[in-house]
């Protein structure tokens, strides 16, 4: 168990609203983790504890899955591994970890095998991850990726809806023949459904997935932003939102985040590259009716890293934006920001974490962004943060040249 942290020079208490930066890993840490879109690694459960999901640092191969949790309100954390050997995708690798209504966690995790990559589940069931025995052996094959160098499964989500099934949906990369696809893990039978077509191959490289009150899941792509509706529960998906993807174009292919209130309005945050420097911007509505897009930072210094902000839910359904201004050069402002939007009216920027109190994780022409996940799983209930728990998020700092400590943060 790790030692509180100290932030601002005082012993902060484990209180459930106040200020955070605690450490979260012992097992050194992946720096990419950042890259290509936000995870949904981050949830918790009915009794308050957090669960976090991260891979270990690449560089020590084959690397495992480690999760850890936080019973008093994210001051202190308790590492476990999960899966030994899961050997990730070191170009995308994704995590989704959802909470059930038995509180029980579920990881869904891409695994890099002979450079195509599967999906995998694994549940921690009576409090033991089978996989930190059996290895990938004892997890849940999802999807197995046509083989051939080069098709890395960008930008895997996951999501739990109320009647604890989960959505999954992920893009196959360059050359596949799957395209954007999805499956569904139903709880009552404890078993994964056949591939969705949900989008045919094209070049974008990352999803995003949320479910509605009503079980049915809404794919957002990258490529200016394309959402795409299921109303069967997932059995088959329609053409994408015109309305949206017009607002919205111009949005870079991989960097963007998503969340669904407890209204079913669906919020994004995204990365504007048609500006020049860019840019982060804000969009929130329903199929057919969409806001205007509200920029909430510009002057972003990213290079050339695929990296967007994150975007988490509280439960007025107010929405959080948390991004990091730098990616590139340590000379500048390495902060992390978040801005909040109160029923479409956006405050102004505040400090999340300082440019003195973290570094983006990577060096040596190797820099990823420090955000990694926000709370934005619907379910269950008590993942949604209260007000005044809000803002809080996963980030990552340097250690090294490809590890990284996880930190869990809330001011």
């Not at 083989?147 to 989960?166: E, F, S, T, V």
Request: hydrophobic residues 40%.
């Amino acid at each position: 168990m790790h030692v509180k942290q100290i932030l601002g020079g005082h012993s902060m208490q484990a209180s459930p609203c106040g200020p955070v930066k605690a450490q979260i890993n012992t097992t050194d840490g992946y720096y990419n983790q950042g890259g290509y879109g936000a995870s949904s690694s981050i949830a918790q459960d009915s009794t308050g504890r957090i669960w976090h999901a991260w891979f270990e640092n690449d560089d020590i191969a084959p690397s495992s899955l480690y999760v850890a949790y936080s019973n008093d309100h994210g001051n202190t954390w308790i590492e476990e591994l999960a899966v030994d050997d899961c050997n990730p995708d070191s170009s995308s690798p994704s995590i989704s970890l959802m909470i059930d209504s038995g509180d029980v966690p579920h990881i869904i995790f891409v695994s890099d095998i002979a450079s195509a990559g599967r999906i995998y589940h694994t549940i921690r069931t009576g409090g033991v991850w089978p996989g930190a025995a059996g290895g990938l052996a004892a997890c849940t094959i999802i999807f197995t990726n046509d083989p051939g160098a080069g098709r890395h499964l960008y930008g895997m989500a996951a999501c739990i809806d109320n009647n604890d099934d989960i959505h999954m949906a992920a893009n196959d990369g360059w050359g596949g023949g799957h395209g954007t696809f999805y499956h569904k893990y139903t709880a009552a039978a404890g078993t994964w459904g056949a591939e969705v077509t949900v989008a045919a191959p094209q070049t974008n490289r990352v999803c995003q997935i949320v479910a509605d009150s009503l079980g049915n899941p809404h794919v957002a792509l990258c490529s200016g932003i394309l959402l795409y509706h299921s109303a069967d529960g997932g059995g088959s998906f329609g053409a994408y939102d015109v309305g949206f993807y017009a607002e919205a174009t111009g949005v870079n292919a991989s960097c963007f985040d998503m969340a669904i209130g407890t209204d079913d309005v669906i919020h994004f945050a995204f990365r504007f590259d048609n500006a020049s420097p860019e840019e982060i911007r804000y969009v929130s509505g329903v199929e057919g009716a969409w806001g205007s897009a509200i920029v909430l930072a510009t002057a972003l210094d990213i290079g050339d890293r695929w990296y967007g902000p994150l975007l988490a839910l509280d439960t007025s359904n107010d929405a959080y934006i948390i991004y990091q201004l730098n990616v590139v050069s340590v000379t500048v402002d390495d902060g992390v920001y978040y801005v909040k939007v109160t029923g479409g009216v956006a405050g102004a920027p505040q400090i999340f974490v300082a440019s003195a109190d973290i570094t983006y994780p990577g060096t040596g022409g190797y820099e990823m962004p420090s955000v990694i996940s926000g709370f934005w799983q619907r379910y269950p209930g008590s993942s949604i943060q209260i007000p005044a728990c809000c803002p809080s998020a996963i980030l990552q700092d340097v250690n090294g040249q490809f590890g990284a400590n996880v930190l869990f943060v809330r001011v």
